[in-house]
């Protein structure tokens, strides 16, 4: 019997159904894993914008990582939305306690719609505990800037000076998104290592459904290396199905804000 390859997602709730847990499970099974949740926050949000945050109690949280890890056997963990200083150690005690093979990590801190949604004194506590321990970072432009704690790039030679930076943070691979870049015909991100630098484009599509996009491409990316695709490939894939589910969003019709992707365009008719 093969083995079903199980991805964990440690995420907060969109209650609109666009981001967060919601979009993760979604893209995990579009991309042919089994996908698994331990739900850190619950949040009350559409397409509008996020307007309550609850943190999970953190008792609870360990139980349900508790209950995934001594039942099911995750190849890979995605991490999304933590909300404070003392989930992300809580969280970051448990995956060195488990040592899942793979960890892609996706530094929620703002939602599409300008919402803040990790506190600003976690940060720190997020690059010491959970970067050491992630096979991959993915962080949007305006994520990498809070990491280094420097200005937002507004250019693609201002990306390139960011890099060697993004090199030094404690993690082995960062994978930088390029799509706030908005004056460039096409949407760039780069993964970068200490020795190497690969660049992935597709063109931009002109679309205002972009809610959940940075949920989905991590989720995606974890699903191929749960399923035992290496690193550069399964950015590629990801990439790939992200590019079809943002180029099909506008036969979705959810909201009146910022839609969702349509992560299961692949079986519409």
């Not at 991805?7 to 579009?30: F, R």
């Not at 042919?32 to 949000?45: F, K, R, S």
């Not at 609870?60 to 404070?84: R, S």
């Not at 030094?168 to 691979?173: D, G, R, S, V």
């Amino acid at each position: 019997m093969i083995n079903t390859p199980i991805t964990l997602s440690i995420a907060g709730s969109d209650s609109g159904g666009g981001a967060g847990i919601q979009a993760d499970i979604k893209a995990i099974s579009a991309t042919g894993g089994y996908a698994c949740t331990v739900i850190t926050a619950t949040t009350a949000q559409n397409t509008l914008g996020v307007t309550d945050v609850h943190a999970i109690p953190l008792d609870h949280i360990e139980a349900q990582l508790d209950a995934v890890f001594t039942d099911l056997n995750v190849q890979a963990v995605k991490i999304g939305m933590l909300a404070n200083a003392e989930i992300i150690q809580l969280i970051a005690r448990k995956l060195r306690q488990y040592q899942p093979k793979h960890i892609v990590l996706d530094p929620v801190m703002v939602a599409t719609s300008g919402d803040l949604l990790l506190q600003q004194t976690a940060i720190q506590t997020l690059i010491d505990e959970l970067l050491p321990l992630a096979t991959l970072i993915t962080p949007n432009l305006p994520e990498a800037a809070t990491l280094l704690n420097t200005h937002v790039p507004d250019s693609e030679q201002a990306i390139r000076e960011l890099i060697p930076a993004l090199q030094q943070l404690p993690t082995k691979a960062v994978l930088l998104k390029g799509g706030h870049l908005e004056s460039l015909p096409d949407s760039d991100d780069w993964l970068i290592t200490n020795g190497d630098v690969q660049t992935f484009t597709t063109p931009r599509i002109d679309t205002q459904n972009t809610h959940g996009t940075g949920c989905t491409l991590s989720s995606a990316i974890t699903s191929y290396l749960a399923q035992g695709a290496d690193l550069t490939s399964a950015v590629q894939q990801a990439k790939d199905y992200l590019t079809g589910a943002i180029a099909a969003s506008n036969q979705l019709q959810i909201g009146q804000g910022h839609g969702p992707v349509h992560h299961f365009y692949q079986w519409q008719r």
